[in-house]
T-cell receptor
Framework: AQTVTQSQPEMSVQEAETVTLSCTYD???????LFWYKQPPSRQMILVIR??????QNATENRFSVNFQKAAKSFSLKISDSQLGDAAMYFC?????????????FGKGTLLTVNP | GAVVSQHPSRVICKSGTSVKIECRSL??????MFWYRQFPKQSLMLMAT?????????EQGVEKDKFLINHASLTLSTLTVTSAHPEDSSFYIC???????????FGPGTRLLVL
């Protein structure tokens, strides 16, 4: 079974600084997707970034980028120029490629605090 | 991203009553619907997966007779918590999927409080 591990229950960063959230996963599949979701206090799950396993290039979305190391099964999220609005719970998630029934497997989350 | 609505956003009910939660995908057809529950400061826990027109598949430990899921159309799914008890108080989130590698989007969630 696939597992996703986020080893940092909590992280903090100063406004305008950079922070990296860690995520590792375990799978025997070769084709899959990885995601970072953000859950602010409103509890609405928001997609931050996604990575297709077959792509070697790391995904980037504005201030958010990932470091995807397929062989090491590592998928970290880097947030640059942190803003107060980035404060939230961040979940790393894995999904097998293919049918619509394949479920997301979530990590336990990392609570990010942004200090002014 | 996709537009997903959930209704109600909050509900308080008495123990023993049933509560229905609606989830609608407003701008795409969801072949599959996932239902999650989330306790405070915890991750999302998958309860069940349903395909349009088919019976839902429940995760281990989730009572199918207590959490009734209907996925009658490609844009609407409902979760009914039957004979609710205080331990059912939680945050329930739906997540429709178009399938394949498509990103899964999430509804805004429903806070259920059973007194």
């Amino acid at each position: 079974a696939q597992t996703v591990t986020q080893s940092q229950p909590e992280m903090s960063v100063q406004e305008a600084e950079t922070v990296t959230l860690s995520c590792t996963y375990d799978t025997s599949e070769s084709d899959y997707y990885l995601f970072w979701y953000k859950q602010p206090p409103s509890r609405q799950m928001i997609l931050v970034i996604r990575q297709e396993a077959y792509k070697q290039q790391n995904a980037t979305e504005n201030r958010f980028s990932v470091n995807f190391q397929k062989a090491a099964k590592s998928f970290s999220l880097k947030i640059s120029d942190s803003q107060l609005g980035d404060a939230a719970m961040y979940f790393c998630a894995y999904r097998r490629s293919g049918g619509s029934n394949y479920k997301l497997t979530f990590g336990k989350g990392t609570l990010l605090t942004v200090n002014p | 991203g996709a537009v997903v609505s959930q209704h109600p956003s909050r509900v308080i009910c008495k123990s023993g009553t049933s509560v229905k939660i609606e989830c609608r995908s407003l701008d795409f057809q969801a072949t599959t619907m996932f239902w999650y529950r989330q306790f405070p400061k915890q991750s999302l826990m998958l309860m069940a997966t349903s395909n349009e027109g088919s019976k839902a598949t429940y995760e281990q430990g989730v009572e199918k007779d207590k959490f009734l899921i209907n996925h009658a159309s490609l844009t609407l799914s409902t979760l009914t918590v039957t004979s609710a008890h205080p331990e059912d108080s939680s945050f329930y989130i739906c997540s429709p999927s178009k399938g394949g590698g498509e990103t899964q989007y999430f509804g805004p969630g429903t806070r259920l409080l059973v007194l």
